[in-house]
């Protein structure tokens, strides 16, 4: 199994904990999220595992080669001249992955009891291109979905609402994204756009011809950490349900 960790955001929301380092090195109870995010996703089965990097990159790719775990390749995707997004900085990774296997994407500030392991059958039973973990919690930008197959996507706080063809708009539910999702490797040769861009965009693209699944998670052991406040509340979290950063 492959697996991409997206690492590279600047995090200005979280300062001051990122003056001086990446919103990746940023500790959660003495350890780096990357490193949290690293061990679940080999405790979970990834054998290669892409991180990519922009932020204070010498001291992520110090922070990288200093880590060893038996029979798991790390690498690093360089985008130190310029952020690509989710959509591009996939693009970018191909490379770097085993394009026989599916890969897990994981951002970096996220911590849940998700079983990646679940995860990843459910993804292959459906027989997706892509499957995304999701829960009923407010939340500007959701995804809409049909039964559990993607439909839409609506931002609440613009308004904006994109439905793909053939959806009757009654029909959907409106579920948030939780930064955790799965792809196939069919998906990479789909992918023609270029320069920084959203996966979102493309799922939204690929899901009127494509099965992108959902799959439901606990909303109650979620966390991010994208700001001093969300990192707060995800100690306070991950003290009460240690099983959210172990597996």
């Known amino acids: 199994m492959n697996a991409m960790i997206f690492a590279a955001g600047i995090g200005n929301r979280l300062k001051p904990f990122t003056d001086n380092k990446p919103k990746a090195l940023v500790s959660m109870h003495g350890k780096p999220m990357l490193q949290w995010v690293i061990e679940k996703l080999v405790n979970a089965g990834a054998c290669r595992i892409v991180i990519n990097v922009h932020h204070f990159p010498a001291m992520m790719e110090s922070f990288i080669s ?110 948030a994204f939780s930064g955790i999702h799965v792809v196939s490797p069919e998906i990479f040769s789909l992918i023609s756009e270029t320069g920084p861009f959203s996966i979102k965009d493309l799922y939204l693209r690929f899901a009127s011809d494509h099965v992108i699944k959902a799959y439901e998670h606990n909303a109650d052991k979620w966390a991010d950490i994208g700001t001093p406040e969300k990192l707060a509340k995800a100690i306070r979290l991950t003290n009460e349900f240690p099983e959210m950063l172990h597996p």
């Open 66 to 175: 200093e880590l060893n775990y038996p029979g798991v390749v790390l690498q690093i995707s360089d985008e130190t001249q310029e952020l690509l997004d989710t959509g591009g900085g996939l693009k970018k990774a191909v490379k770097f992955l085993n394009n026989q296997e599916v890969t897990v994407l994981h951002n970096v500030d996220i911590v849940s009891d998700i079983n990646l392991k679940d995860l990843v059958q459910t993804h292959k039973e459906n027989d997706a291109l892509a499957t995304l973990a999701v829960t009923k919690r407010d939340s500007t930008r959701m995804f809409l979905w049909n039964e559990d197959r993607l439909a839409g996507w609506e931002n609440r706080t613009t308004g904006e609402r994109l439905l793909c063809k053939g959806i009757d708009p009654h029909s959907v539910k409106p579920m």
